[in-house]
């Protein structure tokens, strides 16, 4: 996996100062954002393939913008923070298509770079998937060409 790029959306700039920190040491780049209302945007014109995005945040709520971020491409791996544990919200964002929900504070970040490398290895899966779909698919038709 040679794109192991990151963007990370949080309005608390020490947060996303901590995040950067925790996953470059484990080899990913982090494009941190403060403003949420920027993430799409990014998203889109940067393609990042995995997400960080907080659930509290002024002008959109972290659940808003999963679902923004899922229409524009359900592919794109998404990790859910919050500082608000409650089952509700956990329940919520993975109905709405995250693939982990994490609780803040982040500590030493084991338990984030363990989500985001499991991200990385679901995209890398999809991708081994769909190369072997598009070989055999070509083959076949190489095969009934041949008759």
């Given amino acids: 996996m040679a794109d192991l790029r990151v963007l990370h959306v949080d309005d608390d700039a020490s947060v996303t100062r901590l995040v950067v920190k925790l ?24 393609n990042f393939r995995v997400v960080i995005l907080d659930m509290d945040m002024p002008d959109l709520d972290g659940l808003r913008l999963l679902e923004q971020v899922k229409r524009h491409d359900g592919g794109i791996q998404v990790i859910m923070l919050t500082g608000v544990v409650t089952t509700t919200a956990a329940l919520e964002s993975m ?33 081994s998937r769909l190369t072997y779909l598009a070989e055999r698919r070509k083959a076949e038709r190489e095969m009934f060409a041949a008759t």
């Fill in 23 to 46: 996953l470059a040491k484990e080899g990913y780049r982090v494009t941190s954002l403060n403003d949420p209302t920027q993430a799409v945007d990014a998203v889109v014109s940067e």
């Fill in 95 to 127: 109905r709405l298509g995250a693939n982990d929900c994490l609780f803040k504070p982040l500590a030493e970040g084991i338990e984030l770079a363990a989500a985001v490398e499991d991200a990385f290895e679901r995209i890398e899966r999809w991708r």
